[in-house]
């Protein structure tokens, strides 16, 4: 074997290396967006759905960049951003940190188990009058609320990777003597990122939920009380245009992670694109 | 020649609930310092529960282990281990050199030693111009071509390998066959080699070490007198191979059929 270093010129893979996507156009996504757009615009109009409540999707956005002219807006955004970047970073901090413990620590696992399964289906909303009670009505509420759902979804796919370190591996490390904290951080870390990545873009995405809710239901400054506000004072317009920043947001916040993902995990099976893989 | 390894009355039983399974019955052999030998045994003879064993990631039921006489009770220090499952050995997450770094990172080695030794040991396995590579983006045989150089890199005193080209094609694993012979005699590094293959085993070693059926012991342990400078075509074709061969091969069959070695455990 004298050819080491490169693939043999004759066949030509695919994809290599991970680059940019394809040329090809991608039409199929915006195809369904604007049918999507056509009937939010069709269907108010015609007046089948409670008549004159339904406002059509052009005036939504109109209103909408009008909204973005005024300093509330912008100041409710920056409220509700602040109360979901704060509890989703408490969330994945405290997630990490518990599900590398429990999950290198077999008997912590072990005790832990059922109270992780009692606590975790308990949905954050139930938590309200609760939260209320303790914390009050301040944006703490908010963030508890998140770092309490967002805690888990962090914490279960941390657990996940631990499971997933693969023995081979492990037994590598082992033979070549590396230390309890080499082997976090060469073995057990890097196979548990992928699934951090997971965990936090569930957690993200039910923390901007949780941001709202709570914004709507205790009235905590942000996005959620505009909402709120809009709905009682019969300014509907206005409120489907703050509903359709929240689903803006929503889409940001998921496109933002997956980008990150695709960065940081460049040698991982999900995002290399190998002709070796088989 | 002084032993190397050293192999005591070595037993190993795997127990869980309500089964026993005696994977080892009793091992003794030892290993000279500088010494290539090849273990050989049929399949689930326990070869890979005895190279656990021996590389300190299982402890036996009895027995015991030493390396240059010091008794194995984790992975020794001095120790390389290269695995079957190259693709599973290997990080995905580093580089090929970032790869044979880390172990020698946990030796403290200071770093232009470390450069120096990634870089030397890439080039003896012919894999100069890989180092900035992932170990996905390459190939099988120079995946595990990879892990040999890790191997190496770490200067180890032992150097065991469980069945290393057993997920290779035939053409790469004369290669790489060619490829640990001559590390072998340029390094002379002391190497256990595990492998079913009895033509590999024979070709390989200084030395065959045939083991039984499970619970394992050692039946036979056969000298390879062929000439230090082998070859895979003129090597494999003369009779005295075809000869240690056809013993290595009855003895096998003999382990399989669950007979006892009896002419040749003298």
Redesign the interface.
Known sequence: ??A??T?PPGQAPPV??PRPRGRRPRVAPFVGIAVAALIAEIVPRTGVIADGVLPPLSSVVAELVSEAGEATLWQALGRTLRTWAIGLTAAVVAGVAAGLLIGLVPVLRAVTASTVEFLRPIPSVALIPAVILIFGTDFESGVVLIVYAGFWQVLVQVLYGIQDV?P??Y??A??????LR?RVL??VW?TTLPFVFTGIRLAASVALVLAITGELVIGTPGIGQLISVAQSSGATTRMFALVLLTGLLGTLVNVGFRYAERAALG???SV?R?E??R | MTEMVTVKGLNKVYESTGRRVEAIGDITFAVARGEFACIVGPSGAGKTTLLKCLAGLLAPTAGEVRIDGTPVTGPPPGMAVVFQEYGRSLFPWKTVRQNIDLPLRQKKLPRDRREKLVTESLAAVGLADAGDSYSWQLSGGMQQRVAIARAIAYEPQVLLMDEPFAAVDAQTRADLEDLVRSLWRSLGITTLFVTHDIDEAVYLGERVLVLSASPTHVLDDVRIGLPADRDQVTSRSTPEFAALRARVHRGIQDAKAGRRGTGAAA
Do not use: C, K, Q
Request: no cysteine; proline share 7%; net charge neutral.
């Open positions: 074997m004298t080491l270093d693939a290599t290396t693969d081979v591996t037994d590598t082992r033979s070549y003597r590396f230390g080499a060469h073995v890097p040698w991982h099976p290399r190998s070796n893989a």
